[in-house]
């Protein structure tokens, strides 16, 4: 009888951020706050019941969630609403008596790939128009994937088999460039840890590289450039949402691309810097400081009349790269809906 009270609110509190996120573009604070607070008033009540391992797997989940949602709001990947109602769903998780450390992560590539497939399907005009480019994201995909599975596959074996952390494991080993045919070795060591483990997790890991690293070159090489438009900066309108966030630099408008420095957050972390800000500016993914900006590419409600008035002043705004968005929120509830079922 709990699980389908909780299972009603949590419809219906998905149901009124999909609403508004759809017609206005924007999460409320009252909205997602209120998640948060109902998360963790239900939460703190199952710790006590549950005793002090799931409270400590419940807060290491939060944490998770809490540094996930915050860098990707810094990436300018999420708005604010977005970010927010991520932490919600985690703090509604530890309601639900799920505590898992990494399942926020299984959360967030899940929506993320549902996303990029609807994304997908919506533009797949410009897709067939340059299949070539598209069989030969797939080859590298499958490439990719077969070393992610294998690892992936290996974790299952030795340490955890759990659906999430390989989905997790398959996903991040994508981004890690391995020999040709390392996987058929980590395969085989894997089979002779443990075989009924990893013939399970490798042909699922496989399936779910290959769509993740096929899905996401497309989109970002293919159809992102065709969800942009340049519009003349006399043109530009409140709502807007500029591609990139554009600074003042000597009375100059300049674009601001963040690009992950991955040897500077090493070096920095090596210094013992202990300022995270510091570090994500020397790393590239934020303005510098003493830098005005002029237009915000990470707010989703897109361009004010204050931010109009000074890009227009600037002599040099003679266009600006603008994206048509779409709203993440849906994708966010339906993947949240199905793990609180019980789904994955």
């Known amino acids: ?34 998640g948060i607070a109902a998360g963790l008033l239900i939460g703190a009540f199952v710790c006590t019941y549950l005793g002090a391992p799931f409270a400590i797997q419940y807060a290491a989940m939060l944490a998770v969630a809490l540094a996930l949602g915050y860098a990707l709001f810094l990436l300018g990947v999420w708005a604010g609403g977005d970010a927010k109602l991520f932490w919600a769903f985690a703090a509604l998780f530890g309601a639900a008596g799920r505590a898992e450390p990494f399942l926020p992560v299984a959360l967030f590539a899940a929506s993320a790939l549902l996303f990029l497939a609807a994304t997908f399907l919506l533009n797949v005009k410009a897709v067939l128009k340059k299949r070539k ?45 391995l020999p040709k045919y390392f996987w058929a070795a980590v395969l ?68 601001f691309k963040p690009r992950l420095g991955l040897k500077k957050v090493l070096a920095a972390v090596g210094r013992g810097e202990k300022d995270a800000m510091k570090i994500l500016r020397d790393a590239g993914l934020l303005p510098p400081v003493r830098v005005r900006i002029v237009a915000d590419a990470s707010y989703s409600g897109g361009l004010d009349a204050k931010q109009l008035q000074r890009l227009k002043k600037l002599e040099n705004v003679r266009w600006l790269q603008v994206q048509r968005t779409m709203a993440f929120a849906p994708f966010l509830c339906a993947c949240f809906l199905a793990a609180l079922a019980g789904l994955f």
């Open 1 to 34: 009888m709990t699980d389908i009270l909780l299972f009603t609110f949590a419809s219906a509190y998905c149901a009124a951020a999909c609403y508004l996120d759809l017609r206005k573009r924007v999460i409320p604070d009252w909205l997602t706050y209120a």
């Open 133 to 177: 480019e598209c069989k030969k994201i797939v080859f590298e995909a499958v490439r990719k994937s077969a070393n992610a599975a294998a690892v992936a596959a290996l974790f299952a074996a030795g340490i955890a088999n759990d659906v999430a952390l390989v989905a997790v494991i398959s996903a991040a080993f994508l981004l890690v460039r």
């Open 188 to 255: 085989l060591v894997a089979l002779a840890v443990n075989a009924d483990a990893a013939a399970v997790a490798f042909p699922a890991a496989f399936a779910f590289a290959i769509a993740l690293g096929t899905i996401v070159r497309i989109s970002a090489d293919i159809i992102a450039p065709s969800l942009s438009y340049r519009v003349a900066a006399r043109d530009l309108e409140e709502g807007m949402v500029p591609k990139y966030t554009v600074i003042e630099k000597a009375g100059k408008a300049v674009l």
